[in-house]
């Protein structure tokens, strides 16, 4: 992931050196393991961390130096961690295993903690949507639908209903962690042919993982439905900019992303305030998709495993989970952030719609007045081209126009913006569930 987009403690967990030293806990572990059931003599693990290199930039460079011997990149760690414990006891290191068991093992300890920084980076995006919608749950705004201007809602309501998506989002995560924290050490075609069944046990205990059954490498499925997780993220956050994106245009102005005394908007128009933020997460969003597809086309390993996974792997899972806690941090942070221009909503709302927003409660008035649906219909939808040609309000329109039966107190009724919005509010109720779900 280039530096632009990595937050530092998500970018420290997929470092060469994190990667490294996660195989060699993996590897110190299975010689305590091993000494545990009485394979290894006594003394042989206390021995083998306390002669185990250090994982520095010089360890990582010794692997490298070795891997233009090897060919092979565990292969090069086995040799070097070897010439550093020594024998005796380096004879234990990687015994019984394979490559897989290593590295599958290492690395889905390492997603899980990166999973973890995902699912708080998500909760700290699910409570700034629910404090916005809190703070704005009475605040109008005009509900648009095909991007037209359709009813009246409220910023509450579309902050609640993101925020309950987000949760959503936040129990993928959950779940995904949940699939991925899993462990094998079980040898070349998972059969335990040359490895006791305890030393898996045992490591995948002390790294915090389930064992499962598996062939030389852990299926696949986990690692895409964790990627999947990592894109659902991704769309949840570009419907949040998108929204954003659309509400900022200069003719709405309902909305403006957070703007510093000392930024520029533009480097030839000094005006200029453009949601770039919004853009940018849009944009990653579409990036955090394209992994999903990676990930699937790595399920269809060859019989008991073959290494076309193992490059994709590489670029795609440190880069979906570097992104996605790019993304959700900043989404957090422009949410909390966001600038709603309450007044421009409202005036959009009611002057600048010229009141069309309450052509359905027109409609039911008039049937509940006598009129058929389809002449109630025609009525209104006639009246309404004339307010937009007249640039009048659509109530003036109606209280001129003899077909309609509606007496001024009717009318007053049908655009009472107050009865329209009077159950606005459930979605910042519904808020009350993710509290809940938090207290659990």
């Known amino acids: 992931m280039i530096p632009r987009y990595a937050r530092a403690d998500m970018a ?10 996660m195989w060699l806990e993996v590897e110190l572990l299975v010689v305590e393991a091993l000494e545990e059931i009485g394979a290894a003599p006594s003394g042989t693990a206390a021995a083998a961390r306390e002669r185990a290199p250090k994982v520095d930039e010089a360890f990582v460079a010794a692997v490298a130096e070795r891997e233009k011997v090897t060919d092979h990149d565990v292969a090069a760690f086995v040799d070097v961690v070897h010439d550093a414990v020594g024998e005796p006891v380096a004879r234990w290191i990687h015994y019984g295993l394979t490559s897989s068991d290593v590295v599958d093992t290492a690395q889905c300890a390492t997603l899980a903690r990166a999973a973890d920084l995902l699912i708080g980076a998500s909760s700290e995006l699910v409570a700034a949507l629910s404090a916005r919608a ?3 749950e009475h605040v109008p ?26 949760h959503r989002d936040r129990e993928r995560l959950v779940a995904a962690r949940r699939r991925i924290a899993v462990g094998k050490l079980s040898g070349a ?10 030393v898996e046990a045992y490591v995948c205990e002390k790294l915090g993982l389930e064992p499962v059954p598996a062939t030389q490498v852990i299926a696949r499925d986990r690692h895409a439905e964790y990627l999947w997780a990592c894109a659902c993220v991704g769309a949840t956050v570009e419907l949040i900019a998108t929204e954003v994106r659309h509400l900022s245009r200069s003719e709405v ?8 005394a000392t930024q520029k908007g533009s480097s030839a128009m000094p005006h200029k305030r453009n949601p770039v933020l919004s853009e940018r997460l849009c944009g990653l969003a579409r990036v955090l998709r394209g992994y999903v597809n990676a990930g699937l086309e790595d399920v269809a390993l060859w019989h008991e495993r073959d290494i076309s996974h193992s490059s994709v792997e590489r670029i795609v899972l440190p880069d979906a ?21 309450a007044e421009r909503a409202r005036a959009n709302l009611v002057e600048g719609s010229l009141g069309l927003v309450f052509s359905q409660s027109a409609l039911l008035a008039l049937v509940g007045a006598g009129l058929s649906r389809e002449q109630a219909y025609r009525i209104v939808q006639r009246d309404s081209a004339r307010a937009r040609d007249q640039q009048r309000d659509l109530r003036a329109v109606l209280s001129d126009d003899p077909d309609v039966p509606l007496s001024s107190e009717q009318l007053d009724e049908v655009f009472d913006l107050g009865r329209l919005l009077r159950h606005s509010g459930r979605a910042v109720a519904a808020l009350e569930s993710l509290r809940e779900d938090d207290r659990r």
């Open 12 to 21: 420290e967990l997929f470092s060469e050196q994190a990667r490294l030293a």
């Open 134 to 136: 809190v703070e704005l």
């Open 141 to 166: 705004v005009a509900g648009r639908t095909h991007g037209m201007i359709a009813e009246p809602t409220t910023f509450g309501a579309k902050f609640a209903l993101w925020a309950l998506q987000a």
């Open 189 to 198: 075609v998972g059969t335990y042919s040359n490895i006791d069944p305890a």
């Open 253 to 260: 102005g309902e909305v403006e992303e957070p703007f510093s």
């Open 321 to 341: 989970s570097s992104l996605a806690c790019y993304v959700l941090r900043k989404a957090a942070a422009l949410v909390a952030n966001l600038v709603v221009h």
